[in-house]
């Protein structure tokens, strides 16, 4: 049986101008789905992030409305027991120098002077004889 002889290409195939065109739309077309997916990721990210941190300022605003709370009725107790004590220890000593009530002085109205009497005196007169010049 014959060989079969096996030739060789020895010249390496040659790069043209179209494998190098289409090498750039192959990378341009995975440069842009990883920009894509990026994007969408970064998105993805700041908006758990957004929805954690408003959780955590919802946690914060309902503990500390809680602490206020129980600080307000701790608070209110605490004023009204001193308030308690301080009526009962002080209104003995309140009752014991409040001053009596002061009597009430009458006021005397100045004595008519003459003059007084005068006018008194004079109107009457005038009233008399406007009556007596109506009848």
């Known amino acids: 049986m014959a060989r079969k002889k ?5 010249s390496a195939p040659s790069a043209t101008p179209r494998h190098l065109w289409l090498a750039g739309l192959g990378l341009a077309s995975i440069a842009r789905k990883q920009s894509v997916a990026a994007v969408e990721e970064t998105i993805g990210r700041v908006d758990e992030a957004r929805h954690l941190a408003t959780a955590a300022v919802d946690q914060v605003q309902a503990s500390l409305i809680a602490a206020v709370g129980d600080l307000r009725t701790r608070l209110e107790t605490g004023a009204a ?3 308690y004590t301080l009526e009962t220890t002080l209104s003995p000593l309140v009752a014991r120098f409040k001053p009596a009530k002061a009597k009430r002085t009458v006021r005397r109205g100045r004595k008519p002077g003459i003059k007084n009497v005068r ?3 004079a ?3 005038v ?3 406007k009556r007596s010049r109506k009848a």
């Not at 096996?6 to 020895?10: A, E, G, M």
Request: aromatic residues 0%; hydrophobic residues 40%.
């Open 6 to 10: 096996i030739i060789r290409n020895t």
């Open 81 to 83: 027991q001193l308030r």
């Open 119 to 121: 006018r008194a005196a």
């Open 123 to 125: 109107k009457q007169t």
């Open 127 to 129: 009233k008399a004889v």
